[in-house]
């Protein structure tokens, strides 16, 4: 279609909007309740545009070009009709911009001054609605603000089919609440605070933290999935301050985070975090620590894993110290499951939403690469079919897929059986050995399904990985589909392990089980860990602590180190906001990004250890100059690495490949032995894929193989054990439930009801209950280290550990809740992250009556007492003072009943938990 808009001529296709037939002619509409990814509504009426031969103005976002159109954006008629609007939008408005976090930012404060009236008609008083109302533990509304364009409502509603954001009454009054007053539970909450185009939805860690005049942003990748999502960091002075999503009209369809992306943006100052040298798990000088670990290198022989953590040129270092310094073979990736994807295979995220038929082979997207469940999720909202080939049932209210749930480790032969039944040659080459193997009962109807893979015009593929062999059936498949493509994403991690292999890293299953055995088997005289802490990454934990304990000598270097992990010596690394480098994402796009922060004193880069510890072994070495050889001329570049495909093996018996899917006795599938018993019901979570400790995100702190394996921190009766490691005060480290331990009474639904009673406030506190028993709501609590301490509201667990209880002091009116918190007003100082000492040395009263253990917490496991070796922390007594004030919030009681000093949020300097209050 041609059109003229403001005299500039634009071709755009059929059915293209005014909006954007103007942005493609380089003019600027202004909108409110149009968005891209939401498309129009019609609420706002500010895109209003005068076309010639219509007698009115209309509305750009919801008018498609038509031949010859002729558009004028600008006109006394077009700005007296936008300041109409804005004069109408600013009635009710608190006008409150100058305490308001989105001034200076804000659309509203933009289009008034650039088209609204110089002043206001309207005398009247203004209609006053709530302000700080708590959405979550991460969210607040203010009502007052809200100029209902409904884009928050539609993105939960409508783009990811969770509508927990609703409109309540009519006209004038009208305003946006929770739907049924429940917390916001969805992964993908935090999206609305950066749609809002108000300051209606904010941020509550970052609220009145910072004026937008006063930060820089800067763009950084978040690694903790696969996906690797671009997020542009607010920074101030030095201090990450927050993150948010890249632009919606990000032509390759990316700008959504997660809330595990979004709110867990600080990790330079986790606690947990350990910026000195070690030797011998004690701190030591930098110089000492290089020099013990040259002694080491130089007596060989030397094996070199890596992790996600790397840049490409950090990588190369690597690569290139390990070759030529210590005379070992190339770096080996820690790396989950068994299979590896082809690159000529590898998919895009456009590819995944313009699919005509999506197949989700062993992984859940909305739990292991959640970004990629919304691409997934718009595939379906145009029509696409959503297949799951699964160990379990992937489907879920707002993504129906057609199941054929396999037995475990059989997703290979099933989908090669399903392809074979569809009339593919290679598929049935594939099950040459497989005789008279049969999958199990109830995996479908597996000819409809190899039929539907055929014949989708586009197929895109979301992989876990898991299982080798599965490579082989996507490639027949891709071959048997011709020219129709076959597009196949990785959930698998570590995110940006195809920066890794471009940078020559071996990132096969096998070459991490040869180096392991090798190891294990005290060929190895030094391992060396860069960048990943073993234990929690491996896919086989077992034969990763044989490893280390066969080993010499353990080199480690990264930020974080579970202290399981053996490491003689250890050498801090920066944290993913403190180095700048190449990072390649889910699509093996690679992204250049600079650091946001200077690292933490003592940090260094890998480069500047690499060079140290050939210095200290008198050798002459420096980094590669350009490992990526002048390629990157710009920011941005997809590049995949040119490795051929593997030759096609045929299938062995699910059964001798030994996948099965055991049990580890407490309910969860392990990954050993005993078989797992027909009674075991795998848990319903996917398969995380960690690199960070699991105490900052709440990730599992070890992959779960086909749904769950040893050690996970996860099991049906109770989600998120807290951390018994004294001082910790997270809620989330992975740790097994306590043999001890039987799971409280009550069922799901019925422990969800009493939760949702609790909340509504229409009944007290119920026993043993002060958890929130259901996993989404377990989704936030999971998240409460949000800026290097515990952020958000809802937090059960202890906060440190209890000197005997003494120096308690109760929230009384008059006293200060940080001060009580505290123990103090000066206490802030001492611990990293600025959580407390004492923090949680404090007893408060039950509100159903009694007086709670204040030395212990409740019971994480819903029972009504602390079972012997449970290992619960003492102090739980803080964080239930939290969770009942946050249940109040959340109830809608408003402020509190409590000094008023304590509010507003966020103005005293203590950066806890006790700011969301
Ligand atoms: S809260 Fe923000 S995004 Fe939601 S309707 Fe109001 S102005 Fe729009
Ligand atoms: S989808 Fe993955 S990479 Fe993206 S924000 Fe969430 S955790 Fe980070
Ligand atoms: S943006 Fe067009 S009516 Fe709101």
Request: net charge positive; charged share 20%.
């Amino acid at each position: 279609m041609h059109i003229t808009v403001d005299g500039r001529p634009v071709e755009v296709p059929p059915g293209t909007n005014l909006v954007d037939a103007a942005k493609a002619a380089g003019i600027h509409i202004p909108v409110y309740c149009y968005q891209e990814a939401l498309g129009p509504l019609g609420a706002c009426r500010i895109c209003l545009v005068q076309v010639e031969k219509m007698p009115k103005l209309v509305t750009a976002c919801t008018t498609q070009v038509q031949e010859g159109m002729v558009v004028h954006t600008r006109g006394p008629e077009v700005d007296k009709g936008r300041a109409g609007v804005l004069e109408f939008l600013l009635l009710n408005h608190p006008l409150d911009c100058p305490v308001c976090d989105k001034g200076g930012e804000c659309d509203l404060q933009d289009y008034t001054f650039a088209y609204g009236p110089a002043a206001g008609r309207f005398t009247e008083p203004r209609i006053r609605k709530a302000k700080d109302v708590p959405l979550s533990p991460y969210i607040a509304l203010d009502q007052e603000r809200c100029i209902l364009c409904q884009r928050c409502v539609r993105f939960l509603g409508e783009y990811v089919g969770e509508p927990q954001l609703v409109l309540e009454a009519r006209g004038v009054h009208t305003v946006v609440t929770a739907a049924g007053g429940a917390p916001l539970t969805s992964p993908f909450s935090g999206n609305v605070i950066d749609l809002c185009p108000v300051g209606a939805l904010l941020s509550r860690p970052y609220r009145f933290r910072a004026r937008p005049w006063n930060l820089e942003k800067v763009e950084g990748i978040c690694g903790l999935c696969p996906v690797g999502c671009r997020r542009l960091l607010t920074v101030r002075d030095g201090v990450v301050e927050r993150a948010e999503g890249t632009s919606r009209s990000d032509p390759d369809g990316r700008g959504w985070l997660c809330d595990r992306g979004r709110f867990s943006y600080d990790e330079a100052r986790h606690p947990q975090r350990r910026t000195r040298p070690r030797l011998g798990g004690a701190e030591r000088e930098a110089g000492e620590v290089v020099a013990a670990a040259a002694r080491w290198l130089a007596e060989g022989p030397v094996a070199v894993l890596t992790g996600g953590e790397l840049t490409v040129e950090e990588a190369a270092a690597l690569t290139d110290a390990a070759r030529r310094l210590w005379g070992a073979g190339a770096p080996v990736l820690v790396r989950t499951g068994r299979g590896y994807l082809p690159p000529a295979l590898h998919g895009t995220l456009q590819d995944l939403q313009t699919a005509d038929a999506v197949l989700l082979l062993g992984a859940d997207p909305y739990q292991s690469v959640p970004v990629g469940y919304l691409a997934v999720r718009e595939a379906y909202r145009r029509g696409a079919g959503i297949w799951g080939l699964a160990p379990r049932r992937l489907g879920r209210r707002a993504l129906p897929v057609q199941e054929h749930v396999t037995a475990p480790g059989e997703e290979a032969a099933v989908l090669a059986r399903a392809l074979a039944a569809a009339g593919v040659g290679g598929a049935a080459a594939l099950l040459q050995d497989l005789g008279d193997w049969q999958p199990a009962a109830g995996t479908g109807d597996l000819e409809a399904l190899g039929r539907a893979l055929l014949g989708a015009a586009r197929l895109a593929v979301i992989w876990d990985g898991e299982e080798a062999g599965v490579e082989d059936v996507l490639l027949a498949l891709a071959a048997a589909r011709g020219e129709a493509p076959t597009r196949v994403l990785p959930a698998w991690g570590p995110a940006g392990w195809r920066g890794q292999e471009l940078a020559g890293v071996r990132v096969t299953a096998a070459a991490l089980e040869g180096v392991l055995r090798a190891a294990a088997a005290g060929e190895v005289g030094t391992l060396v860990l860069w960048g990943t802490d073993l234990l929690r990454e491996a896919p086989d934990p077992e034969l990763a602590a044989r490893a280390l304990a066969g080993a010499g000598h353990v080199l480690a270097a990264g930020a974080f180190l579970s202290p399981a992990t053996r490491a003689d010596a250890w050498l801090p690394l920066p944290v993913r906001t403190e180095h700048g480098g190449t990072f390649a994402d889910w699509e093996g796009t690679l992204t250049a990004v600079r650091a946001a922060v200077p690292p933490q004193p003592g940090v260094r880069t890998t480069g500047a250890w690499l060079e140290a510890l050939a210095a200290a072994a008198g050798r002459r070495w420096a980094p590669p100059a350009d490992p990526l050889a002048g390629r990157m001329t710009g920011s941005r570049l997809r590049l995949l690495p040119d490795v051929p495909a593997p030759a096609p093996r045929p299938l062995r018996r699910p059964e001798a490949a030994g996948a099965g899917s055991p049990c580890c006795g407490a309910g969860m599938p392990t990954g050993g032995d005993p078989p797992r018993p027909s009674s075991c019901v795998p848990p319903p979570l996917g398969r995380w894929r960690r690199r960070m400790p699991s105490a900052w995100t709440g990730l599992p702190a070890v992959r779960s193989g086909s749904g769950g394996r040893r050690g996970s921190w996860f099991c049906r009766w109770r989600p998120i054990p807290p951390c018994r490691r004294a001082g910790c005060g997270c809620l989330m480290t992975c740790r097994r439930r306590p043999a001890a331990c039987r799971p409280g009474p009550g069922s799901w639904p019925r422990r969800r009801k009493r939760r949702r009673r609790w909340m509504a406030g229409e009944r007290a506190h119920p026993g043993g209950e002060d958890r929130h028993p259901d996993p989404v709501s377990a989704d936030l609590l999971r998240l409460h280290h949000v800026g290097g301490t515990a952020a958000a509201g809802p937090l059960p667990a202890a906060l440190g550990p209890q000197p005997g209880g003494a120096g308690r002091a109760a929230a009384t009116p008059g006293r200060r809740l940080e001060d009580a918190v505290q123990g103090g007003p000066a206490a802030g100082a001492g611990r990293p992250g600025g959580i407390p000492p004492g923090a949680g040395d404090l007893g408060v009263r039950r509100p159903g009556g009694g007086r709670r253990d204040p030395l212990r917490g409740p019971c994480p496991f819903g029972r009504p007492h602390h079972p012997p070796g449970c290992g619960q922390p003492a102090g739980g007594a803080a964080g239930g003072l939290r969770l009942e004030l946050a249940g109040h919030l959340r109830a809608g009681a408003g402020r509190l009943g409590l000094p008023e000093q304590v509010l507003p949020i966020g103005r005293h300097p203590l950066r806890g938990p006790d700011h969301l209050l």
